[in-house]
């Protein structure tokens, strides 16, 4: 009987990750999304059975990239949780444009009218789309910055904040996440597979999500 149940379990799992690769399998002519058997109808959902499925916003990086194109890949797509670019976000909310790091844009941003962060959310959100993570890679800002960025994603709706890992990043966001009420949340790539790489020093700094 044991059995049986973990192999149902298998199954329904497989049948459930196999529906959601098929949100991969998209094509674009002329800025306009084709699925393979696949198109939403109304607002998106993304949610098989229970588990929650999206999209990092820079997937579309060489298309139009407004909120209101993105809304409409997600729409096209089918996607309702997203994980939001910061630049996106910045760049709605009127940040001046400048090098990173510029004395006009650090000023901006400890000024930042975070209505803006919220009007953005509830544009998202009319369209059944959710901002779960806010992707501001605020690590070589100052801390006042990166404290900003914490506000400017709770207002989004989003958990966190996310940034590319390493010892710098988790040992700065770590706290002001925790400050904040939030999580820092950091993306890996081949790191794993490193000869002796854990998570465990990063997991420390506070708790960070990795």
Not at 28 to 54: E, L
Request: net charge positive; with cysteine; hydrophobic share 40%.
């Amino acid at each position: 009987m044991k059995n049986t149940k973990n192999n149902l379990s298998r199954r329904k799992f497989l049948g459930i990750t196999t529906a959601a690769a098929g949100l991969a399998m998209v094509s674009w002519k002329d800025g306009i999304a084709s699925t393979s058997g696949f198109q939403s109808a109304g607002k998106p959902n993304s949610n098989f059975g229970g588990v929650q499925v999206g999209a990092i916003t820079y997937s579309w990086r060489s298309m139009p990239g407004k909120p209101e194109d993105i809304i409409r890949y997600c729409q096209q797509t089918g996607i309702s949780s997203i994980e939001l670019m910061g630049d996106v976000a910045e760049k709605f909310a009127g940040i001046p444009e400048g090098k990173e790091g510029s004395e006009e844009r650090i000023k901006w941003r400890l000024a930042a009218p975070l209505n803006k962060f919220k009007e953005l959310r509830k544009m998202f959100g009319d369209a059944g789309i959710k901002i779960h993570i806010a992707k501001f890679s605020p690590a070589n800002w100052t801390e006042a910055e990166i404290d900003y960025s914490f506000k400017a994603a709770k207002a989004l709706g989003a958990i966190g904040v996310c940034n590319e890992i390493g010892d710098d990043a988790c040992k700065k966001m770590g706290p002001i996440a925790k400050s904040n009420g939030m999580v820092a949340i950091f993306h890996n790539h081949l790191q794993p597979g490193e000869p002796g790489w854990n998570f465990e020093k990063f997991l420390d700094y506070s708790l960070p999500i990795c």
